[in-house]
């Protein structure tokens, strides 16, 4: 099975200062995740300074700035970026970054990125997606607020300026912060799955880490999921995110359900249990004395632990048999004991 690639989204949950964002580093590194994102953009290319702020947004930042004064306070520069990638190299913890616009696209790219990740409010974004599939690189979309019909346009767009599908991974998602749990609508991704024939993942904004695991046991090829040093730091998507023992747990979580799923599909004694067979199964024993040459009749046998003797599958069989000797009360019957004038199941 190969083994999914789990994204820890560090986002905007650096507050703008790049110490924090190597503290993230750090605290994704210790649990074992495969890459680490953050977002690159410059928020004039990204906004217009009258939009206003989204529902979670408002609720989880101060209620006095503009979304563009919350997202120009959140962004780094690209040099900054720079440097994160050159730490997370030194971690080896693949270093990610959504990007927004050709300017952080191009950039991203310079600095020797592996993957592209695209958010959810850039699938309808043409000139967008025209410029990333002339790259065709290895891309992550998600697709938050969207349709079937959105994606299939998103990827006609993709194709018909170089990207090769086979470099496709779409991750299902939704665009609520947190995402209640009856719009998560897991089913959805192996939708995806038969409508395009790509490689699926999912991008969970839920609070918990149940969902990234069921995902997983689904199908999921690539997760993504927000984290924090601490929930309760300013910004708006702290609150929303893992705390670092809680991401831990999840790939702890995702990586033993891969193990669970890596069999062949046979249904067959495993190695492991093999040793509980005589223990835990039963056989066919006494339930009082009786004396050799009797004949065995169903009053006479019963079923108990351990399962090392005549197994109860022979039930019938044993009946109207002679004893060869006399046996005491839950003697367990082997076949040296009987004339054995039968034919065996």
């Known amino acids: 099975m190969k083994k999914t690639f789990i994204i820890a989204e560090a986002g905007v949950n650096h507050n703008g200062d790049i110490n924090l964002a190597y503290k993230l580093i750090d605290s994704a590194v210790e649990a074992k995740v495969d890459a680490i994102k953050f977002q690159t953009w410059k928020t004039e290319n990204l906004i217009t300074k009258n939009v206003e702020k989204a529902e979670y947004q408002k609720q989880t930042t101060k209620d006095n700035?503009?979304?563009?004064?919350?997202?120009?306070?959140?962004?780094?520069?690209?040099?900054?970026?720079?440097?994160?990638?050159?730490?997370?190299?030194?971690?080896?913890?693949?270093?990610?970054?959504?990007?927004?616009?050709?300017?952080?696209?191009?950039?991203?790219?310079?600095?020797?990125?592996?993957?592209?990740?695209?958010?959810?409010?850039?699938?309808?974004?043409?000139?967008?997606?025209?410029?990333?599939?002339?790259?065709?690189?290895?891309?992550?979309?998600?697709?938050?607020?969207?349709?079937?019909?959105?994606?299939?346009?998103?990827?006609?767009?993709?194709?018909?300026?170089?990207?090769?599908?086979?470099?496709?991974?779409?991750?299902?998602?939704?665009?609520?912060?947190?995402?209640?749990?009856?719009?998560?609508?897991?089913?959805?991704?192996?939708?995806?799955?038969?409508?395009?024939?790509?490689?699926?993942?999912?991008?969970?904004?839920?609070?918990?880490?149940?969902?990234?695991?069921?995902?997983?046991?689904?199908?999921?090829?690539?997760?993504e999921k927000h984290f924090t040093l601490d929930r309760k730091l300013p910004g708006p998507d702290h609150s929303a995110s893992l705390e670092p023992d809680e991401l831990k747990q999840m790939v702890k979580s995702i990586r033993n359900i891969e193990k669970a799923l890596s069999g062949d599909g046979e249904k067959k004694l495993s190695k492991s249990e093999s040793k509980n067979v005589s223990i835990v199964r039963k056989s066919i024993h006494l339930?009082?004395?009786?004396?050799?040459?009797?004949?065995?009749?169903?009053?006479?046998?019963?079923?108990?632990?351990?399962?090392?003797?005549?197994?109860?599958?022979?039930?019938n069989n044993i009946i109207g048999n002679e004893l060869l000797e006399d046996k005491s009360m839950f003697d367990k019957l082997s076949y040296s004991d009987l004339n054995q004038n039968y034919e065996k199941l």
């Open 287 to 315: 339930k009082k004395d009786l004396s050799k040459g009797h004949v065995i009749t169903e009053e006479d046998i019963l079923v108990l632990r351990p399962g090392d003797g005549i197994s109860p599958m022979e039930w």
């Open 65 to 223: 700035e503009s979304q563009f004064d919350m997202i120009k306070k959140l962004e780094l520069p690209f040099d900054d970026f720079r440097k994160l990638k050159t730490y997370c190299d030194s971690k080896g913890i693949e270093f990610m970054s959504t990007c927004v616009d050709k300017e952080s696209l191009d950039f991203l790219i310079s600095i020797g990125l592996n993957k592209i990740k695209t958010s959810s409010s850039d699938l309808t974004n043409y000139p967008f997606l025209k410029n990333i599939a002339i790259y065709n690189t290895d891309l992550i979309i998600s697709t938050g607020m969207s349709d079937l019909n959105d994606i299939q346009n998103s990827l006609n767009v993709l194709c018909k300026y170089g990207q090769n599908l086979d470099n496709v991974t779409i991750l299902h998602c939704n665009s609520e912060y947190p995402t209640p749990m009856n719009d998560v609508n897991l089913k959805a991704m192996n939708t995806i799955r038969s409508a395009f024939d790509v490689e699926i993942g999912y991008s969970d904004h839920t609070l918990g880490i149940e969902v990234p695991i069921a995902a997983v046991a689904l199908g999921a090829k690539v997760i």
